[in-house]
């Protein structure tokens, strides 16, 4: 598709990779992969159930709550990202799944949602769209309910998982007709120790989602006019950004 647009014209940017976990193949073994395992042995002994429920049999004042706790930590702690990444919903949603741990009180600390990806009109992946916890709650518990879902979906004969977005992470720009001006700005944006710290922490999500030793593919920006500065402030105030 980029190639395509860009004979046709188009200014074409690398926007950043999307890293995906190809189940058929995805094991936990490895020194990469030692925080599943780590995280596995750490639930255990803090006496924690991580298992896939409906959100209706879940307290929803109580995965509010996590939610809510859990942006307070964030750099956005008023406000929910949208457009490019979906908003948590706490309510039962069409062939969306949703992952809960709970500690041995049976108190909520952890979820994870991950929404469906479609071929053909079937699941055949998901994307894994939300995780949230406590913030006293184990620092590794997303690994094993991340672990729980990928054993799920395995068992399943599911493709892949996707882990999202790596906004603005491996743009390189060598071979489109890309604008030298967005190329700069966003290596310069990916780098900024200011932005990184202030407003949102594009290389530390890079490293968290590198870490899980999926696949990655490269995603683009597409414009047929000039100048594109008014559409990429447009775009951030579209993920509340801004």
Known sequence: MADILANQKFSVNEMGIETRID????????????????ALHRSDALGYVIAEHSADSMN??????????WRQTRRLKNREMTFLTRPVVLNDEIDVRKFFALDRHGTLQAFAFFDPIYEGGTVMGYLCSAKRRLPEADALVGYAILHCAIRTF?????????????PLCCTNDKELARNRLVSYGFRAVYRSTLINKFIYPLQGLAAHKTAFCGSTEQTYYAFNGRPSLPRLLKMLRACNLA
């Open 154 to 166: 395995q068992n399943e004969g599911k493709k892949y998982l996707s882990l999202g977005l790596c």
């Open 60 to 69: 929803r004042q109580e995965m509010k709550m996590v939610s809510e706790r």
């Open 23 to 38: 189940l058929d193949t995805y094991d936990f073994d490895g020194p990469r992969k030692r925080n599943f395992r780590r």
